[in-house]
């Protein structure tokens, strides 16, 4: 129970009080436990979109008052880091300069543009998802982007220096989390766009990968993973998914 209201303490607004002492083990379950979470958020989103729909609004309005409702209920973390972590890319200095931007606390011009492209795909994509009635999809979706976590805290993945929370998740996560998570989105996928069986799991393998490989350029880049570039990877990935169901191929 206190991995359970670690993950969602720090992966929602809920107010759930966190354990006393938190450390690796009880930090690595929480992560494990990180889709379960996207779960609830996707189940939320999902009804919001639902009940905007018949509220009468239009689907892009909809879909963009869900974007902000899903920052809302995560405390705009992913995002941040969103936008900390294209700040860090975008400089040219060495890692420890790289990592001295993502905490300077602004947001710079790639941020921003990175900022503006994640809230617009995922706002136009939902959009697309409520006109077509994919409501499973867009929970799984937000989901991907918890599945996609837990990938990148795969073992052997080391912390960058001076991350806090990095240091807490980095490496925590067996093969056997990462292989059930990956073939359980896998399965489901495949009911989430009725008459395209197979575009589900294309969707779902190509956005973990554009994951795995984002967040293993980030790791090389900033020496180490941390909270920054596990959010820009939950926002990345949660877009690619988005847009990916939302396609009417």
């Known amino acids: 129970m206190n991995a359970v209201r670690l993950a969602i303490s720090w992966l929602t607004v809920v107010p759930v009080g966190g354990p006393a002492q938190v450390d690796r083990q009880i930090s690595g379950r929480a992560i494990t436990l990180a889709p379960l ?20 609004l239009t689907s892009a309005l909809a879909g963009l008052l869900a974007v902000g409702l899903l920052a809302l209920c995560t405390r ?24 001295q931007i993502m905490k300077s606390g602004s947001a710079g011009p790639f941020g921003v543009a990175a900022l503006i ?16 009635r994919r ?5 799984l979706a937000v989901v991907l982007g918890r599945v996609a976590v837990v990938i990148a805290c795969r073992r052997g993945v080391p912390a960058a220096p001076e991350s806090g ?19 359980l989105a896998l399965g489901c996928s495949v009911f989430v766009v009725p008459g395209n069986f197979w575009l589900g799991p294309v969707v779902v393998v190509a956005a973990l990968a554009g994951s795995v490989l984002i967040a293993r350029h980030c790791v090389r880049r900033f020496g ?26």
Do not use: C, K, N
């Not at 994640?118 to 136009?124: E, R």
């Not at 409501?135 to 929970?139: F, G, L, N, Q, R």
């Open 117 to 132: 492209f994640a809230i617009g795909i995922q706002a136009f994509a939902f959009a697309a998802l409520v006109d077509e």
């Open 37 to 56: 979470v996207g779960l609830l958020l996707g189940g939320g989103v999902a009804g919001a979109l639902w009940m905007f729909e018949r509220a009468g």
């Open 165 to 183: 929370f990095g240091t807490l998740v980095a490496g925590t996560q067996p093969v056997a989390s990462v292989i059930f998570w990956s073939v």
């Open 135 to 139: 409501w499973a999809a867009i929970v």
């Open 224 to 249: 180490g993973l941390s909270g920054d570039v596990l959010g820009a990877t939950v926002e990345i990935t949660s877009s690619l998914a988005a847009l990916g169901f939302s396609s009417t191929l």
């Open 76 to 99: 705009g973390m992913h995002l941040d880091g969103l936008a900390d972590t294209a700040d860090g890319l975008g400089s040219y200095g060495p890692p420890e300069r790289a990592r």
